[in-house]
Each structure stands twice: as structure tokens, then as C-alpha cells.
């Protein structure tokens, strides 16, 4: 009787065993599991944090390529390619935590910046209009190209505003040496009211966000270049701002403040001076804008004492249209 109650006890004993020899087994394979779960989750985290990352960099430098390898993030390292056109972009991203990698790889497409309609040579949109214009001034809206020489649409006003007590306003308040001088669609002098439904305000952040160049308050004279012709690029300025000599720039241009004109400024491209309040435009050089200039504000001066010239541009336009980048993009597809 003893030795089978022997016997029944060791049996329970070996079973007892072997549950518990099971049970840690089970243990540390559901120990392994959850570590490399974290692994794999935390390097799949580390790759696609990359891609966000670098995605604010080409926002930032639009002319970023190439590979960028052994990024650290998170306790673990990225690995960043960076191939094709603006297009067809593709980002591939590896995360490595702890022995355990992950790829992503996404295709975007740099966003095409937009552009307002265009409705003058130049428009002005204000609820308190002043304007002085004197010197050899020259505002045209027939389209020139960049050289001066004719371009191939039709005309457009000289200026345009928002309203007609604004247009009639302009026409009795300059002389006739002046008038003769604002040319374009609709006879001389060429002012116009116009429509526009642009939001200025949203456009404008929009160039803001995307602004190759940002620019505070001050005097910017000769040697100042904000692009060229061939590589536009979109300038802002943030305050009141004076450009003097030789300075010279090409494609979009966001002054929010006061903008004077006192040497040979030459730009192509659009010109936008943008205020929730005052703003005051003086140009007493020989400023030279292809393309367009906008003026909206609460209240807009704008005074010319200068030999300015305003011209009309659909070539300086379209530059800017097709060569100019966003810094937004559309992710076209997201593998991992």
C-alpha cells in the first residue's frame, strides 16, 4: 500500500514538473514574442518617422537628394534614399532598433505653387486709396516680355481696382503727363475696375509657408539677388522694407509692410504688397517690375516720383508658374 501511494506521488510530482518546465518554456516564448513585436513596432515606428522628417527637410531645401544613412532616432538609427523628379518623388526610409529593421517607402509629388489671376499691370484693392504719381512714370498693361520686346497676349489694364469710385478716383487726382502714360486695354489712361475673388490672405500665407528666402525689415541695396529669370524663387519680407542700387529679384515676392523703390530694382514675376492695415508704397528710382504688382490693404498709398516702370508680363508669369516649388506635397502611395 505504501509503495503505491509511493508511486502515485512521484507520478503527480513528474507531472507537476513537466507543467512547470512547460509553463516557463511558454514563458519566456511569450517573453521572446512581445520583445520582438517592440522591436519590430519600434523600428517601424523609427522608419516612417524618418520619412516625416525628411519630408520637413525637402520642404525646406527644395533641392534635397541622395542618401542621408545612420540617422539616429528613438535609440535606433534611419537610413534615408532620396530619388527622382519633383513629380514622381521617392523617399525610402530603413529603421533599425535593436537588430530588427523595417522599410517604408513612399512616392509624393511636390505640389505646383498657385498662382492669383491676374487682371492688370497693376491692381490695387484697398478701403482708403491715396495715389501721387509724378516722375516719368511708365504702367502698361500690353504684355512685354522680360527683354522689352512685345509678348503674345492681349492686353490688360494698366491698373485695375476693386472699385469703381476707386477707378474714377485715379483718373481725376493724376496729370496728363501721367495719364498718357498708364496704357492698355480700354484706352489712355488705362484704369480699370476689375474682378477678383483671390483670398489674399491664404495666398499669401500660402507663399509664406513656401518662401525660398524670408527676409526681415531693413535696407537691401546692390549685390541683393532674390533669383533670377532661370531660378526663381519665392522671397518674403517680413516688415517694412527699402531695396536701393543694383538689386534684383525673380519670381514671387511678399512684402507685409511698407515697400520703397530707390535705385534700379529690377523684378520679374509678381510683386504682392499685402497689409491688415496701412501700407505705403514709394518708388523714387528707376525700378523696373515685368510681370505683375499687387497692392491690398486696409488702406493702400502709393506714391511714384521715379522713372518706374510696371509692365505686364504673361512670360515673367509663366516662369514663375513652371519654375517656382511648393513645400507641400501629395503622397501618391505608402508601402511598408
Do not use: C
Not at 117 to 126: G, L, M, Q
Not at 254 to 261: E, R, T
Amino acid at each position: 500500500m505504501g509503495k503505491g501511494i509511493l508511486l502515485v506521488v512521484m507520478g503527480i510530482s513528474i507531472i507537476i514538473g513537466l507543467l512547470i518546465v512547460e509553463l516557463n518554456a511558454n514563458t519566456t516564448r511569450g517573453l521572446d514574442t512581445t520583445l520582438d513585436y517592440y522591436k519590430e513596432t519600434q523600428a517601424r515606428l523609427i522608419s516612417n518617422s524618418g520619412i516625416e522628417i525628411y519630408l520637413e527637410k525637402l520642404r525646406r531645401d527644395k533641392t534635397l537628394t541622395g542618401s542621408f544613412p545612420g540617422n539616429p532616432l528613438m535609440g535606433g538609427t534611419y537610413d534615408i534614399t532620396i530619388s527622382g523628379p519633383d513629380s514622381l518623388l521617392k523617399i525610402v526610409s530603413v529603421g533599425t532598433y535593436n537588430g530588427v529593421s523595417h522599410t517604408s517607402i513612399i512616392s509624393a509629388s511636390r505640389k505646383i505653387v498657385a498662382l492669383p489671376d491676374i487682371n492688370s499691370s497693376i491692381y490695387i484693392s484697398s478701403n482708403n486709396l491715396g495715389i501721387n504719381l509724378a516722375g516719368n512714370m511708365d504702367i502698361n498693361g500690353y504684355d512685354h516680355n522680360i527683354d522689352g520686346t512685345p509678348g503674345p497676349n492681349p492686353p490688360l489694364p494698366g491698373i485695375g481696382v476693386s472699385k469703381s469710385s476707386d477707378s474714377a478716383y485715379i483718373v481725376n487726382n493724376i496729370k496728363p503727363k501721367i495719364s498718357s502714360a498708364i496704357q492698355g486695354e480700354g484706352g489712355t489712361p488705362s484704369v480699370s475696375t476689375v474682378s477678383d475673388t483671390t483670398n489674399w490672405e491664404e495666398l499669401t500665407q500660402n507663399y509664406i509657408f513656401a518662401a525660398d528666402y524670408t527676409l526681415p525689415t531693413g535696407t537691401y541695396s546692390t549685390g541683393t539677388v532674390l533669383g533670377t529669370p532661370t531660378d526663381p524663387k519665392i522671397t518674403y519680407v517680413n516688415g517694412d522694407v527699402q531695396f536701393a542700387g543694383t538689386a534684383s529679384g525673380s519670381g514671387i515676392m511678399v512684402v507685409n509692410g511698407n515697400l520703397s523703390l530707390s535705385g534700379n530694382f529690377t523684378f520679374t514675376g509678381i510683386l504682392i504688397v499685402y497689409g491688415q492695415s496701412e501700407i505705403t508704397t514709394k518708388t523714387t528710382g528707376n525700378a523696373g517690375i515685368y510681370g505683375a504688382s499687387i497692392f491690398v490693404g486696409e488702406s493702400v498709398d502709393f506714391q511714384a516720383t521715379g522713372n518706374a516702370l510696371f509692365y505686364y508680363s504673361s512670360q515673367a508669369i509663366n516662369n514663375a508658374k513652371t519654375n517656382l516649388k511648393s513645400s507641400t506635397f501629395q503622397i501618391l502611395s505608402w508601402w511598408e
